[in-house]
Nanobody, 113 residues
Framework: QVQVVESGGGLVQPGGSLRLSCVASGSPFGLNVVGWYRQAPGKERELVAT?????TSLYVDSVKGRFTMSRGTHALSLQMNRLKPDDTAVYYC?????????WGQGTQVTVSS
């Protein structure tokens, strides 16, 4: 059974930093950890960062220059710097395996003074 676990969220003041981690396990078919999404209260889930087929990290404009994604074997991290209140959301990791999408439970990031 595939498991996706996100961690690292918390409460931080504007301008602060957090590092999120995602680890996937449990598939005999191989897993592809493809990116980070977030969902703010009352809004739809949106893409934050993803890995292109060539392995390049791609970011939405609102986080460019502030967020950096790193990829490991069945793992993904997201270093978030200069956080803003608009970054407040539950952050999710997307994992693909054998044609199926898997999501974790998410990790809450709250940016507030």
């Amino acid at each position: 059974q595939v498991q996706v676990v996100e961690s690292g969220g918390g409460l931080v003041q504007p301008g602060g930093s957090l590092r999120l981690s995602c680890v996937a396990s449990g598939s005999p078919f191989g897993l592809n950890v493809v990116g980070w999404y977030r969902q703010a209260p009352g809004k739809e889930r949106e893409l934050v960062a993803t890995v292109s087929p060539s392995g390049t990290s791609l970011y939405v404009d609102s986080v460019k220059g502030r967020f950096t994604m790193s990829r490991g074997t069945h793992a993904l991290s997201l270093q978030m710097n200069r956080l803003k209140p608009d970054d407040t959301a539950v952050y999710y990791c997307l994992v693909l395996g054998n044609g199926t999408s898997y999501w974790g439970q998410g990790t809450q990031v709250t940016v507030s003074s």
